[in-house]
């Protein structure tokens, strides 16, 4: 089903410079799916930095048709990994490998990065799939370990810098109340000619988390081009994002169809509901016996 949203992804250019920039606003999103899963707010938050970084990663396919999946294990993290997905109409949906981190969550009064650092751990292996109705699946698959922690900002400039070969910088920002409050990602692309100079106060500026700051608030256009210095940076085109999972009571008889009969013939016997959640919005159905026996 659909969820009413205000996010949004915004394309940005500045005809001078030729620099784009991409902010993606998914904290509604983000918000659906951690109550749907029931996250507690590190698992929560994570999940809601990663479907920024899909968003972005959507905004730069080659094929408008193509469904982006960006999957991401952490091996030394409490969280594990998480999977998040993003349609060529910009629906998102995911899930996080645990959902609750008691040792974490009952430490959290305001979630900080030393918890992150515990939550994903210094490593991530990552797989970014985008695929096409009827055309082959294109992968890319890369592993990142550092000395401190891994972020999300990293996974997405190494994917764009390596990947597509982008000269990009990504920085993210997300808060957390009693659910997510909101989570944004900017992404500046500076063209091939830009000066290294003008790169590397690009970099500066990133690196001093001043562009993390920056997305604390809502961004308009007057922000960026006060805070870029672009005075010429115009909106080129913005896209709803929202949360959809196309699962549906329909399409869990079809997967419990293909169940061996003994299994079906044990969740009869029960003689009670059988509660089926898809993992990937957390939604339940609860399939009532006389329809496992019309299955049987």
């Avoid at 500045?14 to 659906?32: E, F, K, L, S, Y």
């Avoid at 009693?178 to 500076?190: G, N, P």
């Avoid at 000066?195 to 604390?216: G, I, N």
């Amino acid at each position: 089903m659909f969820q009413q949203s205000l996010d949004a992804l915004s394309l940005y250019v500045c005809p001078d410079t030729h620099c784009q920039i991409a902010v993606a606003d998914v904290g509604d999103t983000a918000r659906t799916l951690e109550r749907n899963h029931l996250c507690g707010p590190i698992a929560g938050l994570v999940q809601a930095e990663l479907l920024a970084v899909a968003t972005l990663f959507a905004a730069w396919r080659d094929d408008p048709k193509e469904t982006l999946t960006l999957r991401t294990v952490f091996p030394e993290g409490a969280l594990e990994g998480a999977l998040v997905e993003c349609s060529p109409d910009f629906s998102l949906r995911g899930y996080t490998r645990k959902k609750l981190l008691p040792d974490l969550d009952s430490d959290v009064v305001t979630p900080n990065d030393a918890l992150f650092a515990r939550a994903v751990g210094n490593s991530a292996s990552c797989t970014v799939l985008r695929a096409a109705p009827g055309g082959k699946p294109v992968h890319a698959h890369f592993d990142l370990s550092f000395e401190d922690n891994v972020t999300a900002a990293d996974i997405a400039e190494h994917y764009l810098n390596d990947s597509l070969q982008l000269r990009a910088l990504v920085d993210l920002s997300a808060a957390s109340r009693d659910y997510v409050d909101f989570s944004r990602a900017l992404l500046f692309e500076l063209p091939p000619e830009a000066s290294d100079k003008a790169y590397d106060a690009l970099c500066d500026r990133f690196d001093r988390r001043e562009v993390a700051s920056f997305l604390d608030h809502a961004v308009s256009l007057e922000d960026l081009r006060e805070f870029f210095r672009l005075p010429h940076l115009r909106l080129e085109k913005t896209y709803p994002v929202r949360f959809f999972c196309p699962c549906s009571s329909e399409r869990v008889l079809a997967m419990l169809r293909a169940l061996p009969r003994e299994d079906l013939l044990q969740m009869a016997a029960k003689d009670e509901p059988a509660n089926i959640y898809c993992h990937m919005c957390g939604k339940g159905y609860a399939i009532r016996p006389d329809q496992i026996q019309t299955l049987l």
